[in-house]
């Protein structure tokens, strides 16, 4: 039995989930209220304690064991919630190795030094007075003593050795404190001193809330950075960090939505005023890690940067990263010869403010909070602020600048994923560039590639259709046991991937996704192959074996273990996974029928009057089983 199954069958997923949503037992299972979308009328959260999973049947429409639980709702990774639900359970996690126990311990020593640091400049801050001026500048920035302390916020004495020493005679070493970032060292003269002098501090988290390092803003005028960061370490990677997200976290979750802002004081400011779902890059721009950390916990992104020239080139660069980085959900789409093509668009909804002239976040939320909200509520849609921004101050009569602007708005119009407002978008460009509209559609780009791996033209061996049965009898196996036998084939050859999801698409299904997967540790394995596929610096089997969390690789042995009826050919392989995935799908329809069922009998007997939901969605899935239903009738076609 591995940890993961271990920790399944000591904790009962109601009890987890009952810590945060109010359950009401119906029949077998329980329903309540998704904790991860607004509603107060429709009970549509469903657990269910036979399966150890749950599934929203409502808004969100997704479900999964009790690690996807976890992951979803602090906006952790598998590994995050690994450690938690084994610490939970009282498993024991196999051993690590020597060095990885070593690299850990000596992190951990670092994270109690950051911690005494930020401890060390918030006493300078608040008893001492040369941290006066510093606490007399933040209360002239509108800050409360509240919350100065609840951000930590301190004072680096202006002294070249001052932490030095005090840590020193802690028993903390000077390169451990070079490592940490604290200290700097000449490279002329090989001096080291305190990194941190005369400056307010702010202590830098992860989103658990572990010190990772400082960003620090000078006092003295004259001091040259305005703003200086912990240099890279073990610990800190500015490109990796959203500042105060470990505060932001829940409020994001609560709200569905994240407010990009970019300085410290601005997070901070609007965190006091009741802005908790705001966090900040940092002053550097926005990256694709920072986003993939957001885009757990909400797909509405907010970006609220400076109005100034600097400002705007960090907006369209932070537009341009979230475009690439967020997720793209794939539909079929029939093109002039009535051949069908798959297109993804931005499953993300993406708005950018638009800030009065020399103000910043802060200044707007201190003189009126209202002001600042109904900024908010006026952000406008990602290609609405691009469209405006790329043309405002130019020649439109100009042809290179209008062929300039539609380049690069029109990728961003197909991104919608709603067709209606594609139409007005596309419109509304034409009528800018003023240009005939039917000129945007015959010059757009080609569409977004689907993530479905690396087009490939099929070996000679697969372009016959394939003779030989079905390895396994899908028929008979749970959906547990098709998950892994789906995984276990695909780990072997990932380059069937094309081949099956050009099947699902002929079919009229969606591609494989790692959300076919209801285990927490097989969807970071799939999303991890999807990515390798992806990719051409190295094979996909490597990609994942690079990639995966320590905590994974006795899920990623098993694998690659021999299977009991010897290794598949290509057509063997691509036949197998298709009836396999088909099946899966299939088991999860026609349970998910029988679930809203019961839960319809239920309604009925207490004479509830939202049964029109449960109704829709039986419909829905009943044209999907029959989708399903004749896919697996279909031959699998390999080339």
Request: glycine fraction near 6%; charge should be negative; include cysteine.
């Amino acid at each position: 039995m591995t940890a993961v199954d271990e920790i399944k069958a000591r904790l009962d997923i109601v009890d987890l989930v009952s810590e945060s949503v109010k359950l009401r037992r119906s029949g077998k299972s329980y329903t309540g209220f998704c904790p991860f979308h607004p509603n107060t009328r429709t009970p549509a959260f469903v657990v269910f304690p036979d399966s150890g999973t749950w599934r929203c049947f409502g808004q969100c429409n997704e479900g999964g064991d009790i690690f996807k639980y976890v992951m979803k709702k602090e906006g952790w990774d598998f590994s995050q919630a690994l450690e938690f639900l084994a610490q939970r359970a009282g498993v024991t996690l196999e051993a690590r190795t020597p060095e990885r126990e070593a690299a850990d311990e000596q992190n951990d020593r670092l994270r109690d030094l950051l911690e005494q640091t930020a401890a060390f400049f918030s006493h300078h801050l608040l008893h001492s007075d040369a941290g006066r001026p510093a606490l007399d500048y933040l209360h002239k920035r509108g800050l409360t003593d509240e919350t100065i302390q609840t951000f930590g916020l301190g004072y680096a004495p202006a002294s070249w050795d001052a932490a030095r020493q005090h840590f020193m005679a802690l028993g903390f070493s000077q390169a451990e404190m070079l490592q940490a970032g604290l200290l700097s060292e000449s490279p002329d003269t090989g001096r080291v001193y305190d990194r941190f002098r005369n400056r307010v501090t702010f202590p830098i988290r992860d989103s658990r809330g572990r010190m990772t390092g400082f960003g620090a803003r000078i006092l003295d005028p004259n001091d040259i950075p305005k703003f200086l960061n912990s240099p890279q370490t073990p610990l800190f990677d500015k490109g990796s960090l959203l500042y105060a997200l470990d505060l932001a976290r829940k409020d994001i979750r609560v709200k569905d939505q994240a407010v990009i802002v970019e300085g410290y004081l601005d997070v901070i400011a609007l965190h006091q005023a009741g802005f908790r779902n705001t966090v900040s890059p940092m002053g550097t721009a926005l990256s694709e890690a920072q986003l993939h950390l957001l885009k757990r916990l909400t797909r509405r992104i907010v970006l609220a940067l400076d109005a100034d020239a600097a400002g705007e080139k960090a907006t369209l660069r932070g537009l341009e990263i979230a475009r690439q980085a967020l997720d793209h959900e794939t539909e079929l789409v029939f093109d002039a010869r009535g051949l069908i093509r798959q297109e993804a668009r931005l499953s993300a909804d993406v708005r950018v403010t638009r800030l009065p002239p020399g103000m910043d976040p802060d200044e707007v939320v201190l003189r009126n909070p209202a002001e600042w909200q109904a900024i908010l509520d006026a952000a406008q849609p990602i290609v609405v602020h691009v469209m405006d921004t790329l043309a405002a101050g130019r020649d439109l009569d100009d042809a290179k600048v209008k062929s300039e602007i539609a380049a690069q708005v029109l990728p961003l119009v197909e991104d919608v994923p709603d067709m209606v407002e594609r139409e007005a978008y596309r419109q509304r460009l034409a009528r800018l560039l003023r240009v005939d509209e039917r000129s945007l559609l015959g010059g757009r780009p080609a569409p977004r590639p689907a993530p479905a791996g690396r087009r490939r033209k099929p070996s000679p061996t697969q372009s016959a259709r394939p003779q030989t049965p079905v390895l396994l009898p899908t028929s008979a196996l749970r959906a547990q046991e098709l998950e892994h036998h789906i995984l276990r084939l695909l780990m072997r050859q990932p380059d069937t991937l094309f081949l099956l999801n050009r099947h699902l698409h002929a079919s009229k299904l969606p591609p494989l996704a790692p959300e076919d997967f209801e285990r927490g540790d097989f969807q970071t394995l799939s999303r991890l192959l999807l990515q390798g596929v992806e990719q051409d610096q190295m094979d996909a089997h490597h990609y994942v074996r690079e990639h995966a969390p320590e905590s994974l690789a006795e899920t990623l042995e098993e694998m690659f273990r021999p299977l009991p009826f010897g290794e598949p050919t290509a057509e063997e392989c691509l036949e197998d996974l298709a009836r396999s995935l088909l099946s899966l799908r299939l088991v999860r329809i026609n349970a998910a029928i029988d679930q809203i069922q019961l839960m319809q009998r239920d309604l009925e007997e207490q004479g509830d009057d939202s049964l029109r939901t449960y109704y829709a969605i039986v419909v829905q899935y009943h044209r999907t089983r029959q989708l399903l239903d004749s896919a697996l009738q279909k031959p699998i076609q390999p080339d």
